[in-house]
């Protein structure tokens, strides 16, 4: 049903073109989120989203607003994500999805910066004494419809010559419930996610994720064909984070850089003017990011590293000057 | 004088019908408006954001495998093939469903109006009871008898060469292909058989009771069953690596799926059944009694059928109702035609395309199922006429 209505919306939205200026008429950002994915967006105890990706959607409204909190969070399964955001029912897609050519081309949608480079790995039960993915022939897998982690499943097994059993549904919840009742051996998905999904046990450590990586799983914001202003933007926010961590700006210090004489750093705050006026925003615009949400370190810490249950390793996602592929283009 | 009158009749004839045209004309515009007019947005918009269109996807190489399928599938084959062994299991599941849900339905209908106390009351709180809880709890709840009660695979312990998992039931099978084709030949040729001593029997007026026949046809069944298992053995379901291997297997989605759709739908059915009897005529009943029917014979030669004409168009609506709840196979993971459709429609956002494709397949099977039904209603209406 809700595809129906998603489709009817495609049918009668008419020009994209704009995006900018009617999210400021609307007042707010309507941004696409995962279901429920505990560090990347899931809803607290008190129904407001947290998380990795929910963080870029507040430095869009940061930079639009100049406050975080205007954003309206839709909720999407795999299955409804890019016909929500062909369809205008939501302006940037931030919801775990991975940058592929199929979807940057024929899907009608750009990819933005990656926010969080993955990979596609398995968890299995401990008692079941697997320690390589190698030795997964003849397992019944579950994972959820529409995703690359189904694909990349069957090349996995393909070109290890085993054989498996996938078992899909089209709700992630279902097909967390299906494995963690045994219906299937193991669960594949990105690390990260796998990582999330353990830390809702109440027995995590009767689980373990296998070691081996099986694909490369960019994350990245998405926004839709049409509108490259709007595109912009929404590069450059996600840049304006990563380049703030690399010239050490947090949201706690980038207040006492007011009298700066750093080029770089006055260019980036606004002090010296041109950078907002080139993307359509309020010259203060990576400001307002890293004062209300943060630089890519605060918003990693505070949703899956050492200040969240997930203590994911930055492992690729560090700085490229401390060993990762993070890297910002000069924001100038 | 006369044909002063006959042309103004016919000039005023001409001008309301002139009027009715044009009302007509207009309401024929507006319509083709209101479709045409999406679809013009449609099409603009697809443009504007440059997403592809067209069905050349179906060709390209799907790269997903299904976890069941009855013609041959896999991760080599194309959208199209996918989409094809979709429509299969959703026919599948359809037509089992469908057999099923009937037989239910009858005997529910009947023994519902049975003067066993016991026997109705129960059809009437099944009845009642399984028609009004939502079809996708049900299948929520059979689908968690599997996950949640039925022991894990590697506990199961195989009762009469039977193992029940949560991985499904395992049955004992012919490993060799061309079993199945033997048996149900050597059926027929016993089938066969016995006809063919009945019509000798008949020819030379020996009067042959049923019972014998019965116990010599079952006869050359075991002796056939016997022969068979000697050249084509069965292989018995194990519990091997991670999974149970051998034998055959009904997986969890498929056996909660039709257990849903078959009790929820056989309900409905029970109804119709229930009400077409009872369209009955009281007089039919007493008439065959009054001719020494017995009751059975009454409810078999008399009362079905005529009900049957009662009956068969809301039934049809429910044979309709259970091919599309088949789709609610998503939720449980059975891969149905709307499921590998969702996943296509996600590795390629050719949305437009698989919704086409999905509204044209359950158009194609409501309206091909519909109309069998309506040929036979329409016979069976002729034949009452005469």
């Known amino acids: 049903m809700k595809r129906i209505c998603i489709l009817a919306l495609l049918m009668f939205s008419t020009s994209h073109a704009g995006t900018l200026d009617s999210v400021k008429k609307n007042g707010k950002l309507k941004c696409g989120v995962s279901t429920g994915l505990a560090g990347f967006s899931s809803p607290d105890s008190k129904g407001v989203w947290r998380g990795l990706d929910v963080d870029f959607c507040r430095a869009i409204s940061a930079a639009i607003f100049g406050t975080p909190d205007k954003v309206q969070y839709v909720s999407l399964?795999?299955?409804?994500?890019?016909?929500?955001?062909?369809?205008?029912?939501?302006?940037?897609?931030?919801?775990?999805?991975?940058?592929?050519?199929?979807?940057?081309?024929?899907?009608?949608?750009?990819?933005?910066?990656?926010?969080?480079?993955?990979g596609q790995g398995f968890m299995m039960r401990k008692k079941d004494g697997v320690t390589s993915a190698k030795e997964l022939d003849g397992a019944s897998v579950c994972t959820q419809q529409g995703t690359t982690n189904e694909l990349n499943m069957a090349d996995f097994f393909r070109t290890n010559k085993m054989k498996f059993k996938p078992v899909v549904f089209e709700s992630n919840e279902e097909v967390n419930q299906a494995f963690f009742k045994g219906r299937c051996d193991a669960l594949t998905s990105d690390k990260s996610g796998l990582a999330s999904e353990r830390t809702k046990l109440k027995n995590p450590q009767d689980y373990v994720i296998l070691p081996e990586v099986i694909s490369k799983e960019p994350l990245a914001p998405a926004v839709r064909h049409g509108d490259d202003q709007w595109f912009d933007i929404v590069k450059w926010v996600i840049y304006s984070v990563i380049e703030a961590e690399e010239l050490g700006l947090s949201s706690k210090n980038i207040?006492?850089?007011?009298?700066?004489?750093?080029?770089?750093?006055?260019?980036?705050?606004?002090?010296?003017?041109?950078?907002?006026?080139?993307l359509g925003l309020s010259e203060n615009w990576a400001y307002n990011v890293v004062k209300n949400v943060g630089n890519y370190e605060e918003i990693f810490t505070r949703h899956v590293g050492n200040d969240s249950p997930l203590k994911l390793d930055r492992g690729l996602n560090r700085l490229w000057k401390n060993g990762g592929i993070l890297y910002a283009p000069p924001v100038r | 004088m006369e044909k002063w009158w006959d042309s103004v009749r016919s000039s005023g004839t001409l001008i309301l019908m002139n009027k009715r045209f044009?009302?007509?004309?207009?309401?024929?515009?507006?319509?083709?408006?209101?479709?045409?007019?999406?679809?013009?947005?449609?099409?603009?918009?697809?443009?504007?954001?440059?997403?592809?269109?067209g069905f050349h996807f179906l060709s390209q190489e799907a790269g997903f495998e299904l976890s069941e399928s009855i013609v041959d599938y896999n991760s080599f084959m194309s959208y199209g093939r996918a989409l094809w062994a979709g429509v299969i299991n959703t026919l599948y599941v359809a037509i089992i469903g469908n057999t099923l849900a009937l037989v239910l339905g009858v005997l529910l209908g009947v023994f519902s109006l049975s003067k066993n106390f016991l026997l109705s009351k129960f059809c009437y709180l099944y009845l009642n009871f399984f028609r009004n809880i939502p079809l996708l709890l049900q299948l929520f709840f059979w689908y968690g008898i599997f996950t949640d009660v039925m022991p894990a695979v590697k506990r199961a312990t195989p009762f009469m060469g039977i193992i029940f998992s949560n991985r499904g039931i395992n049955y004992p099978w012919f490993s060799h292909p061309g079993a199945i084709a033997v048996i149900l030949s050597s059926i027929a040729v016993s089938f066969c058989l016995v006809y063919l001593v009945k019509q000798w029997a008949q020819k030379t007026s020996l009067r042959l009771k049923i019972a014998p026949l019965i116990f010599l046809f079952l006869l050359v069944e075991i002796a056939q069953i016997e022969l068979i298992l000697r050249f084509f053995p069965l292989e018995y379901p194990a519990v091997?690596?991670?999974?149970?291997?051998?034998?055959?297997?009904?997986?969890?989605?498929?056996?909660?799926?039709?257990?849903?759709?078959?009790?929820?739908?056989?309900?409905?059915?029970?109804e119709i059944v229930r009400a077409g009897i009872l369209a009955v005529d009281n007089g039919q009943w007493e008439a065959a009694y009054a001719l020494g029917m017995t009751k059975i014979q009454t409810l078999k030669k008399i009362i079905l059928p005529q009900s049957f004409r009662v009956a068969l168009p809301p039934m049809t609506a429910q044979f309709l109702n259970l091919t599309k709840n088949s789709s609610l196979a998503v939720a449980i993971g059975y891969p149905d035609f709307v499921s590998v459709a969702n996943t296509t429609m996600n590795q390629t956002g050719q949305a437009v395309e698989l919704v086409l494709l999905i509204m044209v397949l359950y158009l194609v099977t409501s309206l091909s199922v519909s109309s069998v039904a309506n040929m036979i209603n329409s016979k069976i209406l002729g034949v009452a006429k005469r």
């Open chain 1, 255 to 278: 207040d006492t850089f007011m009298k700066t004489t750093n080029p770089a750093i006055r260019k980036f705050i606004g002090l010296s003017e041109g950078n907002g006026r080139a």
């Open chain 2, 240 to 270: 091997r690596g991670f999974n149970v291997s051998g034998g055959s297997s009904l997986s969890p989605e498929l056996i909660s799926l039709l257990l849903g759709l078959v009790l929820y739908t056989g309900a409905f059915i029970g």
């Open chain 2, 22 to 53: 044009i009302i007509k004309l207009l309401l024929f515009l507006a319509v083709v408006g209101l479709l045409i007019t999406p679809i013009y947005f449609l099409t603009k918009n697809i443009e504007q954001q440059n997403i592809s269109t």
């Open chain 1, 77 to 118: 399964n795999a299955q409804q994500r890019f016909t929500a955001l062909q369809s205008g029912e939501i302006d940037v897609l931030s919801r775990n999805t991975t940058f592929n050519l199929t979807r940057d081309t024929v899907v009608g949608i750009n990819f933005a910066p990656t926010t969080f480079y993955d």
